[in-house]
């Protein structure tokens, strides 16, 4: 069991969760900024306002990496810094822009090689305001390809770069779910689907940029991060059951990644969606087809899947079937977390390792974000989340099944991200939910502090990671 000797491991955090300072150096607002605003959205009631402050306290962030021995950091750009109103016309915050180059500048200088992700969810409110934002097939994709040229050419030591960040969550969360900014679910049966295929453009524009005037000079590469759970079969004897785990599996890293690999979505999706699923135009598939890279792996959990017997409802975003945490038998798929969706099961990990490298022909893979949370975290005193041995024996096995898909299984996996560096807003759950391997103070100028989880990881990779 082992992993490539030029693997990368580390952290990863996102801007809107971590930076605060929202009103420094000309930041102008995001749609999360807004969405807070908006009384009952977040369960604290809190915002990203302060978070953990990391936009003023880079130096400790990378001292803390250091410290941890991470050899990369995957964070993301604040869109709404760099171009405060967000979209092409717009003018450029130079002082942004300087940031985010200082901060890369810093991390190489401590031997950290940054991964570095466009767009985690954080749209300019002034996209929103002017054009609705993420429905806009014709002004949202330029835009976006817009602010990624500005940052290639500001950050051409960066070399690893992420377009997007699970796109099915940007599509789903905020226009099915509603839970997510900017919370719109009035069309439930369209907007997602509309959103998800602007998504798509976005990311292959930016791509289609980089690589006609960027990648060669930089010899980087680029990709998108997608989310997906693992699945088993609600009864492993029902072949509907295990049609249904393909159908989910589709549904959730289908809907990009075919698109991406083989040009068109998938047909279970065509079939139950119809006309409501976006068609590609053949420009559109052409700029969109062979697109990635690198796959980016975000992954947390694994649920039981059973099929239904009556017809998909016109909102059902899964493939018309029940995700489930106990099967036919009685069998549960993990421990409860602090998060209602999250159960660990790592033999998942590998099965879906595996999934993905079959079907998309063993693309190389980094595992872009892994962690949990843990229940009831947050009513323990400092001492004891220090002490977070759920979270050391969830990586634990996630990182040792991750070696056996690469040692085993064929599965070109070349990097995986802990989420996360710190505890930090948690969207919808606000601060209550911590993810971080190391805890953060918020009563006390955000301090960190690296639970035990934090300094396994070290311990975990360099046992694992080939010496050459
Ligand atoms: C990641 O998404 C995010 O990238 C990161 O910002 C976040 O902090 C981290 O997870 C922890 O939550 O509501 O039952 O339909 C995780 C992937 C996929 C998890 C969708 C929640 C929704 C399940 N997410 N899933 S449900």
């Not at 000797?5 to 580390?10: L, Q, T, V």
């Not at 998938?266 to 420009?283: I, V, W, Y």
Request: charged share 25%; proline share 4%; glycine share 8%.
């Amino acid at each position: 069991m082992s992993l490539p000797n030029d693997f990368h491991w580390g952290f990863a955090t996102a801007s809107y969760q971590i930076e605060g300072a929202v009103d420094q150096d000309g930041r102008g607002p995001s749609i999360w900024d807004t969405f807070c605003k908006i009384p009952g959205k977040i369960a604290d009631g809190s915002s990203g306002d302060v978070a953990c402050d990391s936009y003023n306290k880079t130096q400790e962030d990378i001292a803390l990496l250091k410290e941890l021995g991470a050899t990369a950091y995957r964070f993301s750009i604040s869109w709404s810094r760099i171009i405060p109103l967000g979209g092409r016309n717009d003018s450029i915050n130079q002082k942004g822009v300087d940031h985010y180059v200082k901060f890369v500048d810093d991390l190489l200088a401590a031997g950290i090689t940054p991964f570095v992700t466009l767009f985690h969810w954080d749209v300019p409110d002034e996209l929103e305001k002017r054009y609705r934002s993420l429905l806009s097939r014709k002004e949202f994709p330029l835009d976006f390809k817009r602010y990624a040229g500005v940052m290639f050419a500001a950050l051409p030591k960066v070399k690893h770069w992420v377009t997007l960040n699970e796109p099915w969550c940007s599509s789903i969360q905020a226009y099915s779910a509603g839970i997510f900014a900017p919370g719109d679910d009035s069309r439930q049966d369209i907007y997602p689907w509309i959103v998800g295929h602007n998504l798509l453009l976005a990311h292959a524009h930016a791509v289609q940029l980089y690589r006609s005037e960027f990648k060669e000079a930089s010899q980087g590469e680029i990709g998108v991060v997608l989310n997906g759970d693992a699945v088993f079969p609600w009864d492993a004897t029902d072949p509907a059951d295990v049609e249904a785990c393909e159908r989910k599996l589709e549904f959730t890293i289908g809907w990009f990644a075919d698109p991406i690999y083989f040009g068109d979505y998938p047909s279970s999706m065509r079939k139950q969606l119809g006309d409501r699923l976006p068609e590609f135009t053949a420009e559109e598939r052409a700029l969109v087809q062979g697109s990635n890279d690198f796959y980016g792996m975000n992954h947390y959990t694994a649920n039981y899947v059973k099929h239904r017997e009556t017809p998909a409802e016109l909102n059902d975003i899964a493939g018309n079937l029940d995700v489930l945490f106990y099967n036919k038998r009685g069998d549960c798929i993990g421990e409860e977390t602090q998060s209602p969706w999250l159960r660990p099961c790592a033999t998942g990990f590998r099965d879906l390792l595996g999934w993905i490298s079959r079907r998309y022909q063993y693309p190389k893979i980094y595992v872009t974000e892994n962690g949990t949370s843990i229940k009831g975290e947050d009513d323990l005193s400092r001492e004891e989340i220090l002490e977070d041995d759920f979270r050391v024996q969830y990586f634990d096995q996630y990182v040792k099944a991750m070696a056996v898909a690469s040692s085993l299984d064929g599965v070109n996996v070349r990097g995986y991200f802990a989420w996360s560096l710190m505890d930090n807003f948690e969207w919808a759950e606000g601060y209550q939910t911590r993810f971080g391997t190391c805890y953060v103070d918020y009563k006390d100028c955000q301090k960190r502090y690296p639970k035990k989880s934090a300094r396994l990881m070290k311990v975990l990779f360099e046992s694992m990671i080939k010496k050459s």
